[in-house]
């Protein structure tokens, strides 16, 4: 799993961009938020990431900050919502704006976004609903993750083949700050248990 990029931007062609780290080009596909948020061609950038595995293709996605990949996973989770459609509704409303969109149940500016229906806008608040809470400020944000380790080892079972419910079971009782290979070894020894 590959859950973020630091390099030099070699290519900038929306919504793909090229990220030059010690000699090897990664083709990334960041949304319109992100791409507009990016330093020149040639200057260093941290992109985070999501590798999205088809059937066809191996594809990252990524995103200037961690609560636009949040929103992005949390999207991609939603029937009938692909990766390139969440990435979509990234590049017209931000995450904070999408999280009031939900929060209050306006389908009318959801379904605003190119691609996404009447229909889709429903499903979206109803699955959506309660995992994006209210900051103190009065703003709405996507929960952060606890640890971006403990994601990508929850990401790594996921892509091994376990749910989400036993993966998040297998991770609960890790030691905080446990590397990314050593946490999958052992919530791995939690789900043969």
């Known amino acids: 799993m590959i859950s973020q990029l630091t390099g030099?931007?070699?290519d900038k062609q929306p919504p793909l961009i090229v990220i030059?780290?010690?000699?090897?080009?990664?083709?990334?596909?960041?949304?319109?938020q992100?791409?507009?948020?990016?330093?020149a061609t040639g200057e260093k950038v941290r992109i985070y990431t999501q590798m999205v595995v088809r059937e066809d293709?191996?594809?990252?996605?990524?995103?200037?900050?961690?609560?636009?990949?949040e929103t992005f996973r949390l999207l991609i989770k939603v029937s009938g919502i692909g990766a390139k459609t969440a990435l979509?509704?990234?590049?017209?409303?931000?995450?904070?704006?999408?999280?009031?969109?939900?929060?209050?149940?306006?389908?009318?500016?959801?379904?605003?976004?190119?691609?996404?229906?009447?229909?889709t806008a429903e499903r979206m608040v109803l699955e959506l609903r309660g995992k994006l809470t209210p900051?103190?400020?009065?703003?709405?944000l996507v929960p952060a993750p606890a640890a971006d380790e403990t994601d990508d080892i929850v990401s790594t079972l996921l892509a091994l083949g376990y749910?989400?419910?036993?993966?998040?079971?297998?991770?609960?009782?890790?030691p905080v700050g446990t590397e990314v290979g050593e946490g999958v070894r052992l919530a791995l020894k939690n789900l043969l248990k």
């Open 163 to 174: 749910n989400e419910r036993e993966a998040r079971a297998a991770v609960k009782n890790l």
């Open 20 to 32: 030059d780290v010690n000699g090897v080009g990664y083709e990334v596909f960041v949304s319109m």
């Open 57 to 69: 293709a191996h594809l990252l996605f990524g995103f200037g900050n961690t609560a636009e990949r």
């Open 34 to 39: 992100t791409f507009y948020g990016l330093p």
């Open 88 to 119: 979509g509704i990234l590049s017209v409303l931000s995450s904070d704006d999408l999280a009031r969109a939900i929060a209050d149940e306006d389908i009318k500016v959801l379904s605003s976004v190119p691609g996404i229906g009447k229909k």
């Open 135 to 140: 900051a103190a400020d009065g703003g709405l």
């Open 8 to 10: 030099s931007i070699i």
